[in-house]
């Protein structure tokens, strides 16, 4: 991509960015904008999904909002916002998923123990990114559960902290789809 092409990209709107990647991706060999089809469905189908979502939270079905909140990775190329609100998401509900796996203190202690060997311990680095912050909070207070009780009230409070920033994706994801609609006119 020449400077020019990427200082243009960078200047558009996530919603640009993703109309036009679409629509030159999609482009049929007799002309055709499949692109559109493309973003008509998009349009449509998204609120549903993310309802669906919703829905999952409310019920505390964290194992289905962790495999369905995989089918909006691909938004993560268009938006920061997009980006950061899909890892925080992702990465709760992952681990919430692991606790209600067997929601024990004893099987708390084995999910602290998987992560913090798989992230290879706790370092405090400088200038730790929001995402790192997030994570070891999570861990550090997960490491500090000594009862089934307290197990119980921290995950009820991590799956409110999962529908909060969630609420903000969702509502990212609106104003989204509302510049697409204007785009796509």
């Known amino acids: 991509m020449s400077e020019i092409s ?3 990209a960078y200047h558009m709107t996530a919603a640009e960015r993703f109309l036009k990647y679409f ?9 055709d904008n499949l692109g559109n089809e493309f973003i008509n469905e998009f349009i449509i189908q998204t609120p549903e999904a993310i309802d669906d979502l919703e829905n999952n939270l409310l019920k505390h079905e964290i194992n289905d909002f962790y495999i369905k909140i995989k089918n909006f990775k691909y938004l993560c190329e268009y938006s920061e916002e997009f980006n950061r609100y899909w890892l ?22 084995d999910v602290y123990i998987y992560y913090y060997n798989y992230y290879g311990g706790r370092r405090k680095l400088k200038d730790e990114n929001w995402f790192e912050g997030h994570r070891w909070e999570f861990l550090d207070r997960l490491a500090q559960i000594k009862t089934d009780e307290d197990l119980n009230e ?32």
């Open 154 to 185: 921290f995950i009820l409070e991590k799956i409110e902290t999962l529908s909060g920033y969630f609420q903000l994706y969702k509502k990212e994801l609106a104003f989204f789809i509302s510049e697409l609609k204007k785009l796509n006119r």
């Open 23 to 31: 629509n030159e991706e999609y482009r049929g060999s007799s002309g």
């Open 88 to 109: 925080l998401l992702r990465a709760i509900s992952g681990g919430l998923k692991r606790l209600l796996d067997d929601p024990t203190q004893k099987h708390a202690t």
């Open 6 to 8: 990427f200082t243009i």
